[in-house]
């Protein structure tokens, strides 16, 4: 019988070998942890990756499923390493073939190890520190505050934390204490980045290396508190092999993400999916930034016309001061987040000219076809939307002839870092690849420059070399009382200097 429709499903994935001593008691204590979840409306199915036990652990697994009534499937094969059977369970479990018949893809992955040392009981609370935080990778972790590891022996203890320390030194990996453990909640789409043709890392090196690749590709990873307990039967399997392979590879590791840490910082694939706006806290915080503010509007009042189209207005920060600019008649403010839209409700019922909608671009042109507004404008938006020219095609399609975009985004790749990714940012432009979008939509660039040149060296410290995960009070008033003056000054200086923090441009509809 499978899961209710609707419902949120997981699967929990064990690669096992002559587990026989152990694989009941933990399934035992996933079955705890199925109960538990059901009752919120999670289902959890259990796959057993196992490499021909020949104790005959896979038939102990099944006949313990059944007491349980476990949706439990075992995968047999080859004995090729931990790291080669989990990333065989991952590619069995996402494959069109299985999610089509008839579970559907799931929407999280647990791994944890087969031997009893990882508490199964404890998937519950890691699942919903997962779904809470939006996480790419939620580890349960031994080495942050309220964890601990019981019963293991002080070299161990070393083993571990000084190849986590030398982990994260020598691969860039930021703030990441428990990469080398396996009790983690996955999403399935960072389960897919694992491409083992380019990392050779079969053994106990893959959960590292798995880390490494996650967060060099944007995904935020967490950790939550885990007790690891003494391994309740049989011998560690962790060998002189295992722990040189985790050495030998960490240089490659380090190769692999800087590669992807550059493809995502020119062109990230945003992990939020969600219909809220990831950054809200953030956005609040730069309302307050007034001068920065009225630097974009003035920059983008020669975009203006009669009826303007402000998209994804959030608070409505510059929209309010675009809507008092004497050419403008009207503006429709447009909002599709649901956490963002409420407040943008009650900002426009203040000002006369302007009205909201919560709608997208798209939803808005198939309503009633080309709505030939005068002017579109897109302040911090373009750079959330995975497919910009398409996103600039319906600007063109809204428009009249002779109508003008006027866009503000993030500029400089290298200045990709945790703000970005908490905002959702698919890239940070250049001059070059804002030009192309617009030209590629059908627009005549009219101007494009950077701007903001005093702010670059402070963003890259607080961004990518801190990768400070919010806005602090004092680091906007800085910003807005010190850093913007200072840019706009070198701004009259040089009125198109070779660099920015960003890029504006007006460009019109041919």
Known sequence: MGPAAGAVRGVVIMATYNEAGSIAAVLDEVAEAVRSLDHQGIVLDVLIVDDNSPDGTAQIARDVAAVHRIRLEV????????????????????????????????????TLDAD???????????????????????????????????????????????????????????????????FRVIRPDVAELFDPSKLRVAGYGFFSAFIALAQA??????????????????????????????????????????????????????????????????????????????WIAELLTPALGARVLDVGSGIAAVTKLLATRPMVQSVLAIEPAANIFPRLEREAAAIPKMQCRQVTTTELRNENGPARFDAITYVNVLEHIEHDVDELRTAHV???????????????????????????????????????????????????????????????????????????GGSGFAFDSILVPISRFIQRLVPNPPFGKNLILIATRV
Not at 85 to 98: M, P, Q, Y
Not at 231 to 241: D, H
Not at 271 to 288: H, K, T, V
């Open 75 to 110: 995968l047999s094969g080859t004995k090729e390493g931990l790291g080669a059977a989990l990333v065989r369970g991952f590619r069995h479990v996402l494959s069109d073939s299985h999610s089509n018949g008839g579970a559907g893809r799931p929407a999280f992955l647990v």
């Open 217 to 294: 590709n944007g995904y935020d990873i967490h950790e939550s508190p885990i007790i690891f307990r003494p391994r309740s039967a049989g011998l560690s399997k962790l060998t002189l092999s295992d722990c040189g392979e985790f050495f030998v590879n960490l240089f490659a590791v380090r190769k692999v993400a800087r590669v992807a840490r550059r493809q995502h910082q020119s062109a990230f694939q945003a992990p939020n999916n969600s219909a809220d706006f990831g950054a809200a806290s953030e956005q609040e915080r730069l309302s307050d930034a007034k001068r920065f503010n009225a």
């Open 398 to 472: 809204l428009l009249a002839p002779g109508g003008r975009i006027g866009v503000f985004v993030p500029a400089a790749p290298w200045l990709y870092g945790s703000m970005d990714r908490l905002s959702g940012h698919h890239r940070r432009y250049t001059k070059a690849t804002l030009r192309e979008a617009a030209q590629a939509a059908g627009f005549r660039v009219d101007d494009l420059r950077y701007l903001d040149v005093a702010s670059m060296l402070p963003y890259w410290g607080m961004y990518r070399v801190l990768q400070a995960n919010t806005l602090g």
């Open 116 to 182: 009893g040392q990882h508490d199964a009981r404890q998937i519950p609370g890691l699942v919903e520190a997962f779904i809470s935080s939006g996480s790419g990778v939620m580890i349960g972790s031994r080495w942050v505050k309220g964890g601990s590891s019981p019963g293991t022996s002080a070299i161990r203890t070393l083993l571990s934390r000084g190849g986590n320390l030398l982990f994260r030194v020598v691969t860039g990996t930021k703030g990441v204490r428990d990469a080398t453990t396996s």
